[in-house]
């Protein structure tokens, strides 16, 4: 945020113009669908702007939205699409694994030192694996992550491994969730610094239950040797909650959304029509 007020009525969120860089991803397109739904303004940035002009369209509102085609790799070319903005959400970020880590803490670290120079409230929002229903056309690599002991990937299903040994257990959040606690920070006066945003976790164990739950037609067993007596760890949002911020979905429904979905694009085979037996 720029310094200037939070806005707080619908007349001013109908005169606030906020950007949304990645608005062609997961976390993009959901949260520049949710700022339109609120009435607010939204600058959209996107590398391929024909992909999100294809994909925000289907929105509607669009006298509310312009895209522009900006690069993280391109200095300057996010300039015009934060001009006039009253907040930036920046969600684009490269997902190549082995630098990602490294870039999100180095980027980090300099934009706190940036805000902190030039008097910006900056809010750092750290997500779980975010999951439940999409709207891009590719399955987001989240999902696919979460769903991985389904489907067998042996590329993601180490990243779920990886997440849990470190982590204890494996946070979740749903999509509307972290969108929603984007646009409730931006609009709590004030607000910065660094929140997590976690609905509740699951030990591999517990995760693969509810997955065979949602979707019967997969045996779980063959994952989960040697977790049985994971003990769930607790990733706490309080900072977020004492705010006054609901979480709407809880763990079981990030599941079940995220089966449905991926049922019906077709990345995960639908047991009734295609007679998939375990
Ligand atoms: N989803 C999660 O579980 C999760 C968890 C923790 C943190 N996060 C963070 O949340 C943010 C969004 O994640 P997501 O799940 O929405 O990822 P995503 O679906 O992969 O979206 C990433 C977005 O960044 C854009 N992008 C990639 N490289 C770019 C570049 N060089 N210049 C400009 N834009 C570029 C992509 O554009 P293209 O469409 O052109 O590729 C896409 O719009 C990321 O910062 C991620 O680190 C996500």
Same mark, same amino acid.
């Given at each position: 945020?720029?310094?200037?007020?939070?806005?707080?009525?619908?007349?001013?969120?109908?005169?606030?113009?906020?950007?949304?860089?990645?608005?062609?991803?997961?976390?993009?397109?959901?949260?520049?669908?949710?700022?339109?739904?609120?009435?607010?303004?939204?600058?959209?940035?996107?590398? #391929?702007?024909?992909?999100?002009?294809? %994909? /925000? =369209?289907?929105?509607? &509102?669009? !006298?509310?939205?312009?895209?522009?085609?900006?690069?993280?790799?391109?200095?300057?070319?996010?300039?015009?699409?934060?001009?006039?903005?009253?907040?930036?959400?920046?969600?684009?970020?490269?997902?190549?694994?082995?630098?990602?880590?490294?870039?999100?803490?180095?980027?980090?670290?300099?934009?706190?030192?940036?805000?902190?120079?030039?008097?910006?409230?900056?809010?750092?929002?750290?997500?779980?694996?975010?999951?439940?229903?999409?709207?891009?056309?590719?399955?987001?690599?989240?999902?696919?992550?979460?769903?991985?002991?389904?489907?067998? #990937?042996?590329?993601?299903?180490?990243? %779920? /491994? =990886?997440?849990?040994? &470190?982590? !204890?257990?494996?946070?979740?959040?749903?999509?509307?969730?972290?969108?929603?606690?984007?646009?409730?920070?931006?609009?709590?006066?004030?607000?910065?610094?660094?929140?997590?945003?976690?609905?509740?976790?699951?030990?591999?164990?517990?995760?693969?239950?509810?997955?065979?739950?949602?979707?019967?037609?997969?045996?779980?067993?063959?994952?989960?040797?040697?977790?049985?007596?994971?003990?769930?760890?607790?990733?706490?949002?309080?900072?977020?909650?004492?705010?006054?911020?609901?979480?709407?979905?809880?763990?079981?429904?990030?599941?079940?959304?995220?089966?449905?979905?991926?049922?019906?694009?077709?990345?995960?085979?639908?047991?009734?029509?295609?007679?998939?037996?375990?």
């Amino acid at each position: 945020m720029d310094g200037a007020d939070s806005p707080s009525s619908p007349s001013a969120v109908a005169t606030t113009t906020v950007c949304v860089t990645g608005a062609t991803g997961y976390i993009g397109s959901w949260l520049v669908r949710s700022l339109l739904q609120r009435g607010y303004n939204v600058q959209a940035t996107a590398r #391929d702007a024909g992909k999100a002009s294809r %994909l /925000l =369209s289907t929105f509607g &509102r669009t !006298g509310r939205l312009k895209i522009f085609r900006s690069d993280l790799n391109e200095e300057g070319s996010y300039d015009e699409a934060v001009k006039g903005c009253l907040a930036v959400f920046h969600v684009a970020a490269s997902m190549e694994f082995n630098v990602y880590i490294l870039s999100k803490l180095l980027t980090e670290e300099k934009v706190f030192e940036f805000a902190k120079e030039k008097g910006i409230d900056l809010v750092s929002i750290i997500p779980p694996t975010v999951a439940g229903p999409f709207l891009t056309t590719d399955v987001p690599a989240s999902v696919q992550v979460l769903l991985s002991p389904v489907t067998g #990937d042996p590329n993601l299903y180490p990243i %779920l /491994l =990886s997440v849990h040994s &470190r982590l !204890g257990s494996i946070p979740l959040v749903h999509i509307e969730d972290i969108c929603n606690a984007h646009i409730f920070l931006m609009e709590q006066q004030g607000a910065e610094g660094r929140f997590i945003c976690s609905v509740g976790s699951s030990t591999l164990p517990q995760l693969t239950d509810l997955l065979s739950l949602e979707y019967p037609y997969f045996s779980s067993k063959r994952f989960v040797e040697g977790f049985h007596d994971a003990i769930l760890s607790v990733i706490s949002s309080k900072r977020l909650t004492n705010l006054g911020f609901k979480f709407e979905y809880g763990v079981k429904d990030i599941i079940e959304q995220s089966v449905a979905c991926c049922i019906k694009n077709g990345f995960l085979k639908c047991p009734i029509t295609e007679g998939i037996h375990n």
